[in-house]
């Protein structure tokens, strides 16, 4: 019960460091994930007009900004860690978007080349996708998006059905999803704001006939897939540097920016490091106590065992393996309690994420530091009652009692 009761101080702080630590990475996850979390791992690059995205709706395209073409899109193929590419054009807004007479509000239309779909992780669901010769020919024919179908058809097939884009009458040939199902984790109000889609959804035209119903010389916007999540920054960056190579506008605020959310989840992150590097030190002050704990059942034991080790000494025993014996047994002790903390941790980083709905996730490196760490408590505080007992003299120790 002694030694159980001495491993508690050890168990409860290796305990507290693993639960905090799994809380605190679990919600970064989480932002990471809420943020990119469809795995598509894509960048969006648009153009900015005096810090904002340009629009043209009802304003007039800037000269020396030239619409891209494929050679700009194999130079942006060729950087690192790229695996595709596509030009667009895309209208957040679009005016005069009607179905049956009733309009169409907050719908989004796209100008998509052959690549789009590929790259921003939409497959089929219904119907199909545009044939190569309709890319390059002059039919008025649209696709649309899951979130469309359901707020304009309702439960009604759209396929064949004729949606006006600008006055201009195109056929449904087909409904598009996201490849990935994931949805943001929504905890509270702020949350729901904050990744809420109040567009109505997203209509995609072939690309040549972006100017039969908008501006024919519209800047496009490039979306760029990259091979992992953690290169998207790095993507993002050498794709609007050859984006802004384009540009011969000596107006100095347009320019190319990459939308990334890589880098607004590491930010998000980073807002609470302060208050989680605090969180960690403060459980980390149990393993403190719990290791002067060690150290003071230790002594006790040094002295209830001063006879033992007089007569160990009396039959030769040296002071190095007296010091070895009393400082095996505080690491034993402490390690013991580092292995039950981790359990107890793991146990109670579940029940957090259960009672409080917060997501939490294990860090093994968390488990390896922590246990480790309880280790060398027993080290650095059983070394003291360890050398205490190699000094005794076995004739006052014999004497002892």
């Not at 998006?145 to 707020?151: G, I, V, Y």
């Not at 195109?170 to 109040?198: A, C, L, Q, R």
């Not at 807002?271 to 403190?288: M, P, Q, T």
């Not at 294990?362 to 488990?367: H, K, V």
Request: overall charge negative.
């Amino acid at each position: 019960m002694r030694s159980f009761l001495t491993m508690l101080g050890i168990i409860v702080g290796v305990a507290a460091v693993i639960a905090v630590v799994s809380t605190i990475t679990g919600t970064n996850e989480q932002i990471k994930n809420n943020l990119i979390g469809d795995g598509t791992n894509t960048v969006t690059i648009q153009l900015y007009q005096n810090g904002w995205v340009a629009d043209f709706s009802y304003s007039d395209v800037p000269e020396g900004v030239p619409e891209l073409n494929e050679k700009v899109r194999e130079d942006i193929l060729d950087v690192d860690h790229v695996e595709n590419a596509s030009l667009i054009h895309m209208r957040e807004y679009a005016d005069s978007l009607y179905y049956q007479g009733t309009q169409i509000s907050g719908g989004q239309v796209f100008g998509i080349d052959e690549n789009y779909f590929e790259t921003a992780g939409y497959h089929v669901v219904l119907g199909r996708g545009f044939s190569t010769s309709e890319l390059e020919g002059q039919r008025k024919i649209v696709i649309i998006d899951d979130t469309l179908k359901d707020s304009v058809f309702g439960g009604e097939n759209p396929l064949g059905k004729s949606i006006d884009i600008m006055g201009e009458p195109f056929v449904v040939v087909g409904v598009v999803d996201k490849k990935s199902e994931f949805e943001p984790v929504i905890n509270t109000v702020d949350d729901y704001y904050m990744y809420h889609d109040y567009s109505s959804g997203v209509l995609y035209i072939p690309d040549n006939m972006w100017p039969l119903v908008f501006k024919y010389d519209e800047p496009m916007q490039v979306i760029v897939k990259a091979d992992s999540t953690d290169n998207m920054t790095e993507v993002g960056n050498q794709c609007k540097d050859i984006l802004n190579a384009t540009l011969t506008s000596t107006d100095e605020t347009i320019k190319y920016e990459s939308t990334d959310l890589a880098e607004s989840a590491s930010q998000l992150q980073q807002l609470s490091s302060s208050a989680n590097i605090l969180l960690i030190g403060i459980a980390s002050i149990s393993l403190l106590v719990g290791g002067i704990g060690v150290m003071n059942i230790m002594l006790v034991s040094v002295t209830e065992r001063t006879r033992e080790i007089g007569i160990k000494k009396a039959l030769g025993a040296r002071k190095n393996r007296i010091l070895r014996q009393f400082l095996m047994e505080a690491v034993i002790l402490s390690g013991i309690g580092g292995i039950l903390g981790v359990v107890a941790g793991v146990i109670l980083s579940k029940i957090i994420s259960l009672v409080a709905l917060i997501p939490t996730a294990i860090n093994p490196y968390a488990i390896i530091i922590a246990v480790v760490f309880s280790m060398v408590i027993g080290v650095v505080f059983g070394m003291v009652p360890s050398i205490k007992a190699s000094k005794l003299n076995p004739i006052e120790a014999l004497r002892y009692e």
